[in-house]
């Protein structure tokens, strides 16, 4: 199992509008093959800060088979314009 984690930082005045568009996007996600959960949590000291969790079967389930997929295009569509800046994404592995 792997973790993606992405710290996101939503553009002032757009918290709102994330949340209800990221349930949206949470449908496409979840259909992907070696997906497997998320979470998205809010932070409580930073307005328009949060952390995604994602768990993949696979690294190359996210980097190959969901990047590479045109339900990722539908993702960006749905959520990158709330960015800013553009997140970074990191992969763990549990030890």
Same mark, same amino acid.
């Given at each position: 199992?792997? @973790?993606?984690?992405?710290? @996101?930082?939503?553009? %002032?005045?757009?918290?709102? =509008? ?5 349930? $949206? ?5 979840? +259909?992907?093959?070696? /997906? @497997?959960?998320?979470? #998205? ?5 930073? $307005? !328009?800060?949060?952390? @995604?969790?994602?768990? *993949? ?7 190959? !088979?969901?990047?590479? +997929?045109?339900? /990722?295009? =539908? *993702? $960006? $569509?749905? #959520?990158?314009? &709330? /960015? =800013? %800046?553009? %997140?970074?994404?990191?992969? &763990?592995?549990?030890?």
């Amino acid at each position: 199992m792997i @973790l993606e984690a992405v710290m @996101l930082n939503i553009k %002032p005045g757009m918290e709102s =509008d994330f949340e209800f568009t990221f349930k $949206k996007a949470a449908a496409i996600i979840s +259909s992907m093959h070696g /997906y @497997l959960s998320h979470e #998205l949590h809010k932070c409580i000291e930073l $307005k !328009g800060k949060y952390l @995604l969790l994602v768990k *993949w079967e696979t690294l190359e389930a996210h980097t190959v !088979g969901f990047r590479d +997929s045109a339900e /990722y295009q =539908d *993702w $960006k $569509k749905l #959520l990158h314009h &709330f /960015y =800013d %800046p553009f %997140p970074t994404v990191e992969h &763990f592995e549990e030890i």
